[in-house]
């Protein structure tokens, strides 16, 4: 909120999140505690992304390292699930097309997969990566905070600015190399920065609500559409990997059509809505953030 110094709420924000993503795999479901822990990770790396610098490369590094393998240690179970979801919702909608039952075998294969992935991750795993959380909002609460000369932070816009800028080329960069490469790692890759630039600019929406608002809607349009996209590349490649998981060869390869023609559609969606987001330079984009964060902190 603004009238909240920029790096003290940044530090709030993350230890919430983090809070949030012990709570979510000690007391929700498992599979949907692990959805939503695997949420907050994110965007407590997307807050280490916007104070890099003023963190330090070393003290960046070794955190959002520690983040990353959390996330990665109870990963396989969402990912499992979402496949098993991603066979049902093709099936319904192209169910005047198919044979009734076509992906019957490959859906029942999936969800004895999930189980499998789903026992591993659970139980020892999970009081391993709440150990990790543990642990991280610990030093993430003694974060130092630097003192101006009057004895309050002397913070302003140019904390985080560097690190918008650099979420911003990154994702503006990896846009022209998924449209560059059209591979699934490519558009991957950029779905991440995409992920991490919404997460940002919900963190100051309240500067220009319209203005900004209109930017998260997009943002969340994109990280959705590059979601979905990142879910049938991922079947296509475990039907590649692993034909028997559905061993009809005809009904493998009509999957593995349907599955490419979806994902073109999500690309192509997509290019409108990333061309406008990412239109503007990195440099311009950060100094007109910086003109919406002066204008609105001395009302503050």
């Given at each position: 909120s603004g009238g909240e110094f920029l790096a003290a709420?940044?530090?709030?924000?993350?230890?919430?999140?983090?809070?949030?993503a012990v709570g979510a795999l000690t007391g929700m479901?498992?599979?949907?505690?692990?959805?939503?822990?695997?949420?907050?990770l994110?965007?407590?790396r997307a807050v280490l992304r916007l104070v890099r610098d003023p963190l330090g490369d070393r003290t960046y590094r070794a955190e959002n390292v520690a983040l990353r393998d959390a996330g990665r240690l109870i990963g396989?179970?969402?990912?499992?699930?979402?496949?098993?979801?991603?066979?049902?919702?093709l099936a319904f909608l192209y169910r005047d097309l198919l044979v009734p039952g076509a992906f019957d075998v490959l859906r029942s294969h999936l969800l004895e997969r999930d189980k499998?992935?789903?026992?591993r991750v659970s139980g020892e795993r999970i009081d391993e990566?709440?150990?990790?959380?543990?642990?991280?909002?610990?030093?993430?609460?003694?974060?130092?905070?630097?003192?101006?000369?009057?004895?309050?932070?002397?913070?302003?816009?140019?904390?985080?600015?560097?690190?918008?800028?650099?979420?911003?080329?990154?994702?503006?960069?990896?846009?022209?190399?998924?449209?560059r490469e059209e591979t699934p790692e490519a558009f991957h890759v950029w779905r991440k920065r995409v992920r991490y630039l919404r997460f940002q600019m919900t963190l100051v929406e309240g500067m220009w609500p319209g203005m900004q608002r209109g930017i998260v809607k997009d943002l969340a349009y994109l990280a959705d559409a590059l979601g979905a996209e990142h879910d049938l590349a991922e079947l296509y490649r475990l039907l590649d990997e692993e034909p028997e998981m559905l061993p009809d060869e005809n009904a493998r390869h009509l999957l593995q059509g349907l599955l490419l023609r979806n994902r073109?559609?999500?690309?192509?969606?997509?290019?409108?809505?990333?061309?406008?987001?990412?239109?503007?330079?990195?440099?311009?984009?950060?100094?007109?953030?910086?003109?919406?964060?002066?204008?609105?902190r001395p009302a503050q």
């Open positions: 709420g940044l530090q709030r924000i993350s230890l919430e999140q983090l809070d949030y479901r498992i599979d949907i505690g692990i959805h939503e822990a695997r949420k907050s994110r965007r407590v396989g179970s969402r990912d499992a699930t979402v496949m098993v979801e991603t066979v049902s919702g499998l992935i789903r026992r990566v709440v150990l990790a959380l543990t642990g991280a909002r610990d030093r993430f609460a003694a974060w130092p905070s630097r003192q101006g000369p009057s004895g309050t932070l002397d913070e302003g816009f140019s904390t985080v600015e560097s690190g918008f800028r650099r979420v911003y080329r990154r994702g503006r960069n990896r846009m022209a190399d998924a449209y073109t559609r999500l690309q192509a969606a997509a290019h409108p809505v990333g061309a406008r987001l990412y239109a503007e330079a990195p440099r311009a984009f950060t100094q007109r953030l910086g003109t919406y964060w002066e204008a609105w």
